[in-house]
């Protein structure tokens, strides 16, 4: 299992925020105050700042780039994956307060947000790197798309349209053809999300891997594969009578066509994920998913 060690006193902090959630304003106007009155520069989003009427406190590159000592979001994992892939080349921790449903990333709810600022004043936390995948579209021999995901890249059909097929290969080594509704590819992370409601195993965070796992496949023997962290996915197309997509984070997603090639591998980017030294990552899973 990971060891944890604390981190450096947060002194300068980055605010991001779920644009729909009716609590913000007032949680945020609280968090502001005790961070401004705490002595810890802080920056927002243009979202944030349009919520509370502070346009003064828009971060800029700049910020980020040289001065943020962390980004915290206030959401859910959703959120988590959104700051994750935007803002992933700041290399800057990522902190949640959680305002969603299951929460396997954040730290605490809205009621101890003042608690999390206290802690992350002080250094009482610390920093988990995660895995991110990175994936390729090729027409034609031509790289047509190209983006990455802490969760998972997923190749899915349309509704109500006929099956798809999906030759796999891992590193030149030809696994599978995969014929149903499309396939996950998952990080560590990613293995409580999507992957897990498709069958797929649960992996710890720490435990760098790729996670293939077939969606609704017409085939009996299709079962998930674990691939090593340094291998090529491969991942061929036919689909002449669907509608199909790369869906990344289950946010960010792209129209393939038929012999399409999508190539999947470890990002060279990593995510790095705030966690307080004491949460171990079994405990949350049993109470998030109601074990015991």
């Not at 991001?16 to 705490?38: D, F, R, Y």
């Not at 349309?158 to 499309?182: C, E, F, H, W």
Request: glycine share 6%.
């Amino acid at each position: 299992m990971e060891k944890k060690s604390l981190e450096k006193p947060v002194k300068n902090i980055a605010f991001s925020c779920h644009p729909a959630k009716e609590s913000l304003p007032p949680l945020v106007q609280t968090m502001l105050k005790w961070t401004l009155k705490n002595k810890i520069n802080v920056r927002i989003s243009p979202t944030m700042a349009k919520l509370v009427s502070m346009p003064e406190l828009v971060f800029d590159e700049e910020y980020l780039r040289n001065q943020a000592d962390m980004f915290l979001v206030l959401g859910g994992d959703g959120t988590i994956l959104s700051a994750a892939r935007d803002y992933s080349e700041y290399n800057l921790p990522i902190a949640g307060i959680n305002l969603g449903h299951l929460g396997f990333m954040t730290l605490e709810d809205p009621k101890n947000a003042i608690t999390v600022l206290r802690r992350l004043k002080k250094g009482d936390y610390a920093v988990e790197p995660r895995m991110m995948l990175h994936a390729n579209v090729y027409r034609n021999g031509e790289k047509v798309y190209s983006g990455i995901a802490l969760n998972d890249v997923v190749i899915q059909k349309a509704p109500m349209l006929r099956v798809i097929k999906i030759n796999v290969s891992i590193s030149g080594n030809m696994i599978n053809t995969y014929q149903g509704d499309g396939l996950i590819v998952s990080t560590p992370t990613g293995s409580t999300a999507y992957s897990l409601s498709a069958g797929g195993p649960i992996v710890p965070p720490w435990v760098n891997v790729l996670i293939i796992c077939p969606l609704n496949s017409h085939m009996l023997s299709a079962r998930p594969v674990i691939a090593a962290e340094n291998e090529v996915l491969s991942c061929r197309i036919a689909c002449v009578h669907s509608i199909v997509e790369l869906v990344l984070d289950g946010q960010s997603n792209f129209k393939l066509l038929n012999n399409d090639v999508v190539e999947i591998v470890k990002s060279e980017t990593t995510s790095h994920i705030v966690v307080f030294k004491e949460r171990n990552f079994f405990n949350v899973l049993r109470k998030k998913m109601n074990w015991g």
